[in-house]
């Protein structure tokens, strides 16, 4: 059986302020390749295939909502996953004889949380996990 186990992490909002000029232009050249790599600067992460899986078309979803981000951790210690600064993970099943996927996706509930906030783009980046992408 197949088991890819992924972990979501982010950036407290105070690490999260709009950028100045100059300090965005220090970023536009530090993602880019071309200046990065002279620089001794690190390029932001990008979504691949999985080398076992590939991009699956198909995945039956669990979604296992938590009422704390204390809570998920917990789950995420209980489940031998790494718990530090963790906001969400995901555990990709494959079933070789068949073919068939199942992940089980653990986030904390969306209740009463903004459209596009931190738990939105959690469930968005263990979704892409379960089909197969990864990222360094």
Aim: glycine fraction near 6%.
């Amino acid at each position: 059986m197949t088991t890819l186990v992924c972990r979501a992490l982010y950036a407290t909002r105070s690490r999260r302020r709009t950028f100045s000029r100059l300090g965005l232009l220090w970023v536009i050249l530090a993602a880019s390749p071309t200046f990065a790599e002279p620089l001794g600067m690190v390029t932001p992460d990008r979504w691949l295939p999985h080398a076992k899986v590939g991009i699956l078309e198909r995945v039956a979803l669990k979604v296992h909502w938590y009422d704390s981000i204390q809570a998920l951790r917990e789950a995420a210690i209980a489940r031998n996953v790494k718990a530090t600064d963790l906001h969400g993970f995901s555990v990709l099943h494959g079933n070789p004889k068949t073919g068939e996927y199942v992940c089980d996706v653990h986030v904390v509930r969306m209740r009463g949380a903004l459209v596009d906030n931190d738990r939105t783009v959690t469930f968005g980046h263990e979704v892409l996990h379960c089909f197969g992408f990864r990222h360094e």
